[in-house]
Nanobody, 120 residues
Framework: QVQLVESGGGLVQAGGSLRLSCAASGRTFNAMGWFRQAPGREREFVASINWSGGSTYYADSVKGRFTISRDNAKNTMYLQMNSLKPEDTAVYYC???????????????WGQGTQVTVSS
């Protein structure tokens, strides 16, 4: 079974940028997605991408600020986050999806995630 490891989080000021990575232990032909969970809140969908990278989908809260991409040669997915806001503070997770729009059901158990903290 493929395992995913998130990295790239950190502390950044509002308006700043971060790039998250999600490295897969092997090749996957699935759609993939980013999710986040803030303290005291449920995990929520952020963005998804199909295998080829030609189709993407974003939550309204990040549209125009975040960009999802993947490099299948490196078995890695990315999330470029610009114009960060304090409300983006959360632990960010990645997972496999059935397709780019089916964001409720994921294929794998959740990993450790990577913490993103945006200060005001």
């Amino acid at each position: 079974q493929v395992q995913l490891v998130e990295s790239g989080g950190g502390l950044v000021q509002a308006g700043g940028s971060l790039r998250l990575s999600c490295a897969a232990s092997g090749r996957t032909f699935n759609a993939m997605g980013w999710f986040r969970q803030a303290p005291g809140r449920e995990r929520e969908f952020v963005a998804s991408i199909n295998w080829s990278g030609g189709s993407t989908y974003y939550a309204d809260s990040v549209k125009g600020r975040f960009t999802i991409s993947r490099d299948n040669a490196k078995n890695t997915m990315y999330l470029q986050m610009n114009s960060l806001k304090p409300e983006d503070t959360a632990v960010y997770y990645c997972n496999l999806l059935a397709d780019v729009y089916r964001t409720v059901n994921v294929f794998l158990s959740w990993g450790q995630g990577t913490q993103v903290t945006v200060s005001s």
